[in-house]
């Protein structure tokens, strides 16, 4: 079987502590990868230049549903069958990569990596507030799509040839983990949940997902039941201007 | 419950509903829509319980508790429109931006034609 070329993207936005050990991880893992910088006002995309990392640089801040989905832009036009999202925050570890990966191979368009998947598993498991609203968002998609996702806020995942091709042509932009299994699974693609294990944030401050708050679990609630009971065709392009 | 409490319940369920096929089919961001969400749940709210507003009227010193109503959503909607002015400012500025940046890339890509052809006239 021919070697399938797989590309990690790692959204940063101002993660001038860590991004360069987190592309590292991902380098010494034995995979190619892509920077996406997400208008870092910090020193991110001066650190990844120093070191010669590649770099797809935004000049202005999407956001991470921006970000990831030039990342996966990014792997289509450049013949990558497999890609992987990344965090550029240290929280993911890159020895999970190749299980994500594997299960891609096996045949699954959207692998998750899931904390909760297996409940021996170690590691960092966020706060019991956030666990919650994790709890909330994993029953809701159950309801609303019959999948199975237990950890749907997880921005570690692994996307095979069909999913790339559907996040190019539309990719939610306010939340996209939960809402892109809700898409995913709306157009037919499978998905899987493969155990990882995630690490504490290493160093600046979270912006991609903020759980905390109950207005975000409504807006997030919202945003899921309108997409899930809207009957749609084919993948959408997304309304041009 | 009046005829007009009902026709006003109407109303607003069917905005909300257009409002959200909008949002559905991708052609209403969701942040936008909550605005519109919450206007037509205050809408329905006082259209269920008109007393306390009643109330409130009588005592801010409105003559005609409708001219408080009025009131309260003009105003509402100035903040909506003035929120919306500042978010076309900022997406104006984005764009401008980003076109910008896509004229000199695109400068840049030329350029290295053009000494990209130069070279290879040298090396003949």
Same mark, same amino acid.
């Given at each position: 079987?021919?070697?399938? +070329? ?9 993660? #001038? ?107 960092? +498991? ?65 998905? +899987? ?42 993948? #959408? ?5 | ?124």
């Amino acid at each position: 079987m021919t070697e399938l +070329k797989v590309l990690v993207i790692i959204p940063a936005y101002n993660e #001038q502590d860590c991004i360069v050990d987190t592309v590292e991880a991902v380098i010494e893992a034995g995979y190619d990868h892509l920077v996406v910088n997400d208008g870092s006002k910090d020193a991110t995309l001066e650190l990844c230049r120093m070191h010669g990392f590649n770099v797809l640089d935004l000049k202005e801040n999407l956001g991470i549903g921006g970000a990831v989905q030039a990342g996966h832009k990014y792997a289509h036009s450049h013949g990558y069958e497999i890609d992987v999202q990344f965090d550029g925050d240290g929280q993911h570890n890159a020895e999970c990569i190749p299980g994500l990966v594997d299960a891609v191979k096996e045949g699954f368009d959207l692998v998750i990596g899931s904390r909760f998947l297996d409940a021996q598993v170690g590691g960092f +498991k966020s706060t019991a507030m956030r666990r919650a609203g994790i709890t909330w968002l994993s029953g809701l998609i159950r309801i609303m799509t019959k999948t199975r996702a237990t950890d749907p806020t997880s921005g570690f995942r692994a996307c095979g040839k069909r999913a790339i091709a559907l996040f190019c042509a539309e990719y939610p932009v306010d939340y996209p983990e939960p809402e892109s299994i809700v898409e995913a699974v709306q157009q037919g693609l499978s998905i +899987k949940d493969v155990s990882v294990v995630m690490n504490e944030r290493q160093g600046g401050t979270s912006s991609i997902r903020p759980l905390s708050s109950v207005y975000y679990m409504v807006k997030v609630t919202l945003a899921i039941a309108i997409m899930a009971l809207s009957k749609r065709g084919g993948p #959408q392009k997304e309304a041009s201007a | 419950m009046s005829v007009l409490q009902v026709i006003v319940i109407i109303t607003c369920l069917l905005f909300v509903i257009f409002a959200l096929k909008q949002v559905s089919s991708k052609k209403l961001l969701l942040r936008y829509s909550l605005l519109w969400l919450g206007l037509a749940a205050a809408v329905i709210l006082v259209s269920l319980f008109p007393q306390p507003v009643f109330f409130i009227a009588g005592l801010l010193g409105f003559g005609v508790s409708s001219n408080f109503i009025f009131f309260v959503a003009l105003f509402f909607l100035l903040a909506i429109t003035l929120s919306l002015t500042v978010i076309v400012s900022k997406q104006s500025l984005r764009l401008k931006r980003a076109v910008q940046n896509l004229a000199l890339l695109e400068k840049r890509f030329e350029e290295l034609d053009v000494s990209g052809d130069k070279e290879c006239e040298k090396k003949k």
